[in-house]
């Protein structure tokens, strides 16, 4: 969009403003919708209005006076334009989270603002009007079910849901006495294994919670901090107080000052606090089901890339800052925390056959493998995870069985990971009346461009019909979402965020879905995982190094021979390296760094590149895509006679090493590239950045967020190859100039690093959020029963209709004992 491009007064609707624009470039415009009608119905990007709008208006000034008016901001703000001549329909995004449909009538350019649904109606004439015209058709609208809860209204505040919250809180129970009493009881409902915590029935109203809170403030302040609860206790417990207040009388008399405030005037920072330090969550069970989900040798199989990675960090974290909660609040309560993935049969060597397995560096943590059963037995092979949902009924169930033997009673809190884990995370949690948390590491949906429009061609292939009906159905019933970063919620200025590609969408022939989720619902929150520190750390930290795997990277690196781990060599070893690693999905890209460096000669005589991921022989691929990615980077290196250059690593599963690599690149003073189409977070990034690595990285996803360009790192952009390459080759080139550029670079990626991305930043928030919407659930209940019944019928008549279509594996062996 032009810098000086007049932007709507926020009281004028695109409706309202864009008549006028039309008739200030009438004659133009004429042609230009002539153009866009010409070809009949079609839908169309932003690139390809404005190339047309290009041929229409062959005038360049013309054309820049026309874009750098309100048409200008209103073609630039479209998303797309669903054509129906006479009519071009307009989906038009102003800002993040933000749509306006209207229509323009190609003949005399009159316009007409268009509900979500008319315009979706518009998008299914392109592909099916006999569904577009059946008055009957299926509209799901999930937003007729919230109409009383709140929702924030700035796009600025979307992703802070934890803030909002507490400020509607804060509101709520200065207003209305109804509220406080609401706490009073949900205080009252706190127990561990039936033991009371916090109140009993003593200190059952609010005023008499208040006289009880004063009297005991008052007993405190003659006590030294740091006497122990239990020589109080006794005293406190006739009075009506329980447990879980503090395990000395400093922290009880910070927690008991900061109810009495809050049930005298409460303030928003003061009920956050408040919340985070209640004893509500003792046993999480973290659901992440398609497998390969194991400790070693996973790593680099088909479908198990980050998200296995991310849930082993967060386990770790998580139980770190539980036991350090619970010994703050003076309970001697053993957390548990369960891992719930697939027990696959197969393994195929890794240890996915084993049921129960304690989890690396925790003392109460374990992952619980429950298998895949059908009416023929227990299934033994791994299953794609676009195949895998005609087993996850049966799953939820016995998973369930298994979590509530082990852990003698319902979890505290549920969190699911992936579409499948988040599925049957929801269809737990609304068995047992369970807080849930959701986690979508990456929604298919946003990948494949038009796969809600194209479904039926895409569906045989992937199954989104069942898999966008999954992620609805556990977006509704999730209490609250976890998010890496903004832009996966609501994207960027150009770009709708993965879950606001959610809001409306229509796969015609099934269902349009008029609301699917609001991502200014304040379910939404950021909050961004860390790398673990004890494995990726800066190449400085010279002790700390694992010097044992030298030899093997250096093997790995420069030996010359190609073998069953590495195909390429580089000729040069006095060259900084430009490094890669990731599966071989399409949208990861790699082909394309590949070319890009191909293509660059000055890239090409600055740096080598190293690649890791995939393996070499599509032939031996399980994946479709990973196979199809195989076969363009033989015939890239080939193409561009790589050899001498490039090495390309197979995947590679020992995370320690995988550390020391990047540190080894760092030694080479070269940089870790990640080029993808798009990537929802990007553990690479920060894997790179924790060890010192400077990084470029997509400006489409969650790497845009969390490297700042030029301070941070660099952000490239993937369709654009040459600016990209020259981007590194210029940064190369400088550093050849500038000696202390590499190091800068690197130690502001580090920082960026040490404020905003780790572990214990991530785990205080995520339990702080399991505690605040423990109590938001509990007030705003008859709602929530109310939608539970919507998505029951929708998961009952819609999904499992979808999921009696689809292939079941058949070639299953009766069932068997799994492992101990
Ligand atoms: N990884 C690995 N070996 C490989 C490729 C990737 O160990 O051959 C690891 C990588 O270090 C990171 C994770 O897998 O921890 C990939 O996470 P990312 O978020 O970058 O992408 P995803 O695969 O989840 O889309
Ligand atoms: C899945 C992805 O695609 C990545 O972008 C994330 O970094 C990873 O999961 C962990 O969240």
């Known amino acids: 969009m032009a810098s000086n491009a007049p932007v709507l007064k926020r009281s004028e609707s695109i409706a309202d403003s864009m008549p006028e624009a039309l008739r200030q470039s009438r004659y133009h415009m004429k042609k230009c919708f002539a153009k866009y009608i010409e070809k009949g119905k079609r839908l169309m990007k932003l690139n390809h209005l404005m190339l047309e709008m290009e041929q229409a208006v062959d005038d360049k000034a013309e054309r820049t006076q026309l874009l750098e008016g309100l048409l200008g901001y209103i073609l630039c703000t479209t998303q797309e334009a669903a054509v129906i001549p006479p009519y071009v329909a307009f989906a038009i995004r102003p800002s993040p989270g933000l749509w306006e449909y209207v229509r323009v ?185 398609h497998g390969y989900f194991g400790q070693s040798d996973v790593l680099g199989l088909p479908d198990t890339g980050g998200q296995v990675v991310y849930v082993l960090d967060q386990v770790v974290a998580f139980e770190e800052e539980l036991l350090l909660r619970i010994k703050q609040q003076g309970l001697n309560v053993k957390p548990q925390i369960l891992v719930v993935t697939r027990l696959i049969p197969d393994a195929k060597g890794t240890k996915c056959n084993v049921e129960f397995e304690p989890v690396m560096n925790t003392k109460h943590s374990h992952i619980l493998r429950v298998p895949f059963r059908t009416e023929n037995g227990v299934l033994r092979q791994w299953v794609s995870r676009f195949d895998i949902y005609p087993y996850l009924e049966k799953y939820t169930q016995d998973a369930t069985n298994k979590i509530i033997e082990i852990m003698e009673g319902k979890p505290d809190l549920i969190i699911g990971n992936y579409t499948d884990g988040n599925l049957v995370a929801s269809l737990m949690a609304s068995k047992l009346d369970t807080t849930l948390g959701t986690i979508a590491h990456a929604l298919e949906k946003t990948k494949y461009e038009d796969s809600d429009i194209k479904w039926k061609e895409l569906d045989s292939k992937y199954h989104f019909s069942c898999q966008f009906t999954a992620d609805l159905i556990a977006m509704n019933t999730a209490d609250f979402i976890i998010t890496s970063t903004y832009q996966e919620i609501a994207g960027s200025q150009e770009r709708p965020g993965q879950y606001e590609s959610h809001t409306a969408f229509t796969l015609p022939g099934l269902h349009r879905v008029v609301s699917g989720i609001n991502v200014f619902d304040p379910k939404f929150n950021i909050a961004s995982p860390g790398a673990d520190q004890s494995v990726y750390f800066p190449y400085t930290e010279k002790q700390k190094r694992f010097t044992t795997f030298r030899p093997a990277i250096e093997e790995l690196l420069y030996s010359k021979a190609d073998n069953a781990e590495h195909i390429g060599h580089l000729d040069d070893r006095k060259k900084p390296i430009i490094f890669s690693m990731a599966r071989l999905d399409t949208v990861k890209n790699i082909t394309g760094l590949t070319e890009w460096y191909g293509k660059n000669k000055r890239l090409r005589n600055l740096v080598n590149l190293v690649i890791v991921g995939g393996f070499f022989d599509p032939s031996k691929s399980k994946d479709r895509e990973e196979a199809a990615e195989i076969k363009k980077m033989h015939t890239l290196i080939e193409k561009y006679q790589l050899k001498g250059q490039m090495r390309w690593i197979a995947a590679q599963t020992d995370r320690k090493r995988n550390g020391e690599l990047y540190r080894s690149v760092a030694d080479t003073k070269g940089a870790f590239v990640q080029p993808a189409l798009y990537e929802a977070f990007g553990l690479t990034v920060i894997e790179a950045m924790n060890c010192g690595l400077p990084t470029f990285a997509t400006n489409q996803g969650g790497p845009a967020e969390i490297i700042v360009d030029g301070v941070s790192g660099f952000h490239i952009d993937p369709s654009n190859g040459d600016e990209s390459s020259n981007k590194i080759a210029d940064f190369f080139q400088k550093c050849k100039e500038d000696q202390e550029y590499w190091n800068r670079m690197s130690i502001q990626g580090l920082q960026r690093i040490n404020e905003c991305y780790t572990w214990k930043i991530y785990a205080n928030k995520v339990l702080n959020m399991g505690c605040i919407y423990s109590f938001w659930r509990r007030l705003y209940n008859a709602e929530k029963q109310a939608k539970g019944r919507y998505i029951q019928t929708f998961y009952n008549l819609q999904y499992k209709s979808l999921v009696k279509n689809m292939p079941v594996k058949m070639d299953e062996t009766p069932q068997e004992k799994p492992k101990e």
């Open 105 to 289: 009538n190609a003949n005399d350019l009159s316009v007409e603002g268009l509900t979500g649904t008319e315009y979706l109606k518009y998008k299914e004439m392109t592909v099916d009007e006999t569904w577009a015209y059946d008055e009957n058709a299926l509209e799901i609208d999930f937003g007729a079910m919230d109409f009383s809860l709140p929702h924030l209204t700035l796009s600025s505040s979307i992703g802070n849901g934890v803030s909002y919250i507490s400020k509607f809180l804060t509101t709520k129970l200065n207003n209305s006495p109804w509220s406080a009493q609401s706490l009073v009881d949900y205080l009252l409902s706190l127990n561990h294994q039936g033991e009371n915590l916090m109140i009993n029935e003593t200190l059952n109203t609010v005023s008499k919670l208040q006289s009880a809170l004063i009297v005991a403030e008052a007993a405190l302040s003659s006590l030294p901090n740091d006497t122990p609860y239990q020589s109080f206790e006794m005293r406190f417990k006739e009075w009506g107080f329980e447990k879980g207040w503090g395990d000395n009388a400093e922290r009880v008399r910070e927690m008991m000052r900061s109810l009495s405030e809050i049930l005298q005037a409460p303030d928003p920072i003061n009920m956050e606090r408040f919340f985070g330090r209640l004893p509500i969550i003792f046993n999480v069970v973290l659901f992440s089901v």
